[in-house]
């Protein structure tokens, strides 16, 4: 039992090379596999995910003698974000381990090493900056999830730093981090900018001599997702951790799962590491299931929440942390959407989040018709920057920015490529 929670305590199984490579043990995935099967290398690279669980070295080398394509698991290990999880557990078999990969991997470890420790030194910058501008800031994801999820920030991949403000403060903010040196990426008239604080969520920021290496955030989605998290309410139960050396304020464990659990969602889990969040956060920090289910009902995100913890459980492990199966609405259809994001997360592609496709599933994993609704109403009539870039209007003919919104959605609907490659092929293009 949690002291501090009162839920349950929970004790994770142990994966080993022999659980895994069982067909009874594997989570079925669809076309183009044997069913109940995934290959040697995601196998593996599960292992290496789950392995501070219990794993032992006897398992790790079992498996790694049986033929594994290096050049396949350094390939995905970079597309899942996990170098570090790899690497520290070849490293413990390395008399085993062509030389090749391992040192590929050791490169690839110590440059996120580098470009973590400093993303660290930044954050600490930033938010001595904006204490001592009175502006409240929230950290989330980055340094502060690393310290959470590892109590070291290597050992986890990021790449930028995620600060959280009011809405009312995200001039001023943006204030604060040009007197630091921060460029925001985009550049809105008064009127855009008011309407973007409204419908949008983060600014991104570059510095001189790096892109993309902040962003401010005042919600956690795009208000068209219709999920309305209570920023507010992230601040009255925010926690305070360290990071090197001074204290700093993140977001409390059950608010901070159904965050990532939600940021997992709108990248449609293209990514292992998203997994791997979720399933660290639920076995290091205690966390209240009642208060979690409540707020997940109220938001209208159960079915996004179970698809994370189901996901989870049968590729990590953890335990589906349930004490009421009913809370699992047979009708949910749960089963059906984790198959098939488990094949996504197989496949190791990037995801085109502006294709119909993404949209289905979006519409799929929320339980509320009215969610829905709400979803397809905002997407259609909520402009953007890219409505703003497209066509100058003047300000009497702002609202007719949703015109060029709708006539945008249309045409990209309609143009859109035959296969999943062209689309990611495509997206690659347009964001160059």
Same mark, same amino acid.
């Given at each position: 039992?949690?002291?501090?929670?009162?839920?349950p305590?929970?004790?994770p199984?142990?994966?080993?090379?022999?659980?895994?490579?069982?067909?009874?043990?594997?989570?079925?995935?669809?076309?183009?596999?044997?069913?109940?099967?995934?290959?040697?290398?995601?196998?593996?690279?599960?292992?290496?995910?789950?392995?501070?669980?219990?794993?032992?070295?006897?398992?790790?080398?079992?498996?790694?003698?049986?033929?594994?394509?290096?050049?396949?698991?350094?390939?995905?290990?970079? +597309? #899942?974000?996990?170098?570090?999880?790899?690497?520290? $557990? *070849? /490293?413990?078999?390395? %008399?085993? @381990?062509?030389?090749?990969?391992?040192?590929?991997? +050791? #490169?690839?470890?110590q440059?996120?090493?580098?470009? $973590? *420790? /400093?993303?660290?030194? %930044?954050? @600490?910058?930033a938010?001595?900056?904006?204490?001592?501008?009175?502006?409240?800031?929230?950290?989330?994801?980055?340094?502060?999830?690393?310290?959470?999820?590892?109590?070291?920030?290597?050992?986890?991949?990021?790449?930028?730093?995620?600060?959280?403000?009011?809405?009312?403060?995200?001039?001023?903010?943006?204030?604060?981090?040009?007197?630091?040196?921060?460029?925001?990426?985009?550049?809105?008239?008064?009127?855009?900018?008011?309407?973007?604080?409204?419908?949008?969520?983060?600014?991104?920021?570059?510095?001189?001599?790096?892109?993309?290496?902040?962003?401010?955030?005042?919600?956690?989605?795009?208000?068209?997702y219709?999920?309305?998290?209570?920023?507010?309410?992230?601040?009255?139960r925010?926690?305070?951790?360290?990071?090197?050396?001074?204290?700093?304020?993140?977001?409390?464990?059950?608010?901070?799962?159904?965050?990532?659990?939600?940021?997992?969602?709108?990248?449609?889990?293209?990514?292992?590491?998203?997994?791997?969040?979720?399933?660290?956060?639920?076995?290091?920090?205690?966390?209240?299931?009642?208060?979690?289910?409540?707020?997940?009902?109220?938001?209208?995100?159960?079915?996004i929440?179970?698809?994370?913890?189901?996901?989870?459980?049968?590729?990590?492990?953890?335990?589906?942390p349930?004490?009421?199966?009913?809370?699992?609405?047979?009708?949910?259809?749960?089963?059906?959407?984790?198959?098939?994001?488990?094949?996504?997360?197989?496949?190791?592609?990037?995801?085109?989040?502006?294709?119909?496709?993404?949209?289905?599933?979006?519409?799929?994993?929320?339980?509320?018709?009215?969610?829905?609704?709400?979803?397809?109403?905002?997407?259609?009539?909520?402009?953007?920057?890219?409505?703003?870039?497209?066509?100058?209007?003047?300000?009497?003919?702002?609202?007719f920015?949703?015109?060029?919104?709708?006539?945008?959605?249309?045409?990209?609907?309609?143009?859109?490529?035959?296969?999943?490659?062209?689309?990611?092929?495509?997206?690659?293009?347009?964001?160059?």
């Amino acid at each position: 039992m949690n002291l501090e929670t009162g839920a349950p305590a929970i004790h994770p199984p142990v994966l080993t090379a022999s659980s895994l490579s069982t067909p009874s043990s594997l989570p079925q995935t669809t076309a183009r596999r044997h069913p109940g099967q995934f290959n040697r290398e995601f196998n593996f690279l599960l292992l290496c995910a789950a392995c501070n669980r219990g794993s032992r070295v006897e398992d790790i080398r079992e498996f790694v003698g049986d033929n594994l394509d290096w050049q396949t698991l350094v390939r995905i290990t970079e +597309h #899942h974000r996990l170098i570090p999880q790899v690497y520290t $557990t *070849l /490293r413990r078999i390395a %008399d085993i @381990v062509p030389a090749e990969p391992l040192e590929k991997l +050791h #490169h690839c470890y110590q440059a996120n090493a580098r470009q $973590t *420790l /400093r993303l660290t030194h %930044d954050l @600490v910058r930033a938010l001595k900056h904006f204490e001592s501008r009175g502006i409240p800031v929230l950290v989330y994801k980055g340094p502060a999830l690393a310290t959470i999820l590892n109590s070291d920030v290597t050992g986890r991949q990021f790449a930028d730093i995620d600060l959280l403000v009011h809405p009312s403060t995200v001039q001023k903010s943006k204030a604060a981090l040009a007197e630091l040196g921060y460029t925001p990426q985009c550049s809105l008239t008064g009127r855009q900018e008011q309407s973007f604080i409204r419908s949008g969520y983060e600014y991104a920021f570059d510095l001189p001599d790096a892109q993309n290496v902040l962003e401010l955030k005042w919600r956690v989605l795009p208000r068209f997702y219709s999920i309305d998290f209570d920023v507010a309410g992230f601040f009255s139960r925010a926690i305070t951790i360290e990071i090197g050396g001074p204290p700093v304020r993140t977001l409390c464990p059950d608010d901070l799962l159904l965050v990532l659990c939600v940021h997992a969602a709108k990248h449609a889990w293209s990514e292992l590491s998203l997994v791997w969040d979720i399933s660290q956060l639920i076995q290091s920090q205690p966390i209240n299931w009642d208060s979690v289910h409540e707020q997940a009902n109220q938001l209208g995100i159960r079915r996004i929440l179970n698809v994370n913890l189901a996901l989870a459980h049968s590729l990590l492990g953890n335990p589906f942390p349930l004490a009421d199966p009913k809370r699992l609405d047979p009708e949910s259809g749960i089963s059906h959407l984790t198959s098939r994001i488990r094949a996504i997360i197989h496949d190791s592609e990037q995801v085109n989040t502006e294709s119909v496709s993404y949209f289905r599933l979006m519409l799929a994993l929320r339980e509320r018709w009215r969610d829905r609704a709400r979803f397809l109403w905002r997407l259609l009539l909520t402009p953007g920057t890219g409505e703003w870039s497209v066509v100058s209007l003047p300000a009497w003919l702002f609202p007719f920015y949703r015109v060029v919104r709708m006539l945008r959605l249309a045409n990209r609907f309609i143009r859109i490529p035959a296969t999943g490659r062209e689309r990611t092929q495509e997206r690659k293009t347009n964001n160059a």
